[in-house]
């Protein structure tokens, strides 16, 4: 799996989408909406929990891989373009 990590890491449309992703699966999963969290201990104690039950971690995993992969390219990694690219483009 060629990724360019550098690029990606960089690249806040990215974090923006983990961040989507992860939220709206974990709260689902946890049948709990944005304003039952309160304070940043039960958002913690949400992500330990879900940190904890086996099912919840693997789909979470499952989600984090389908936003990390690029569907534009053949298998699981970045194209040669973005490979060879040393910043985000829209710097």
Do not use: C, H
Request: positive net charge; without cysteine.
């Amino acid at each position: 799996m060629r990724i360019n990590w550098k690029v990606r890491v960089y690249n806040p449309q990215f974090w923006i989408a983990i961040g989507v992703v992860l939220f709206t699966n974990l709260f689902a999963k946890a049948g709990v909406s944005f304003e039952d969290i309160t304070s940043w201990s039960k958002l913690g104690g949400l992500i330990l929990d879900a940190l904890k039950n086996p099912y919840t971690f693997i789909n979470l995993a499952a989600i984090v891989y389908v936003a990390v992969i690029d569907f534009t390219t053949k298998g699981v990694g970045d194209s040669d373009l973005v490979m060879n690219r040393l910043r985000n483009k829209n710097k």
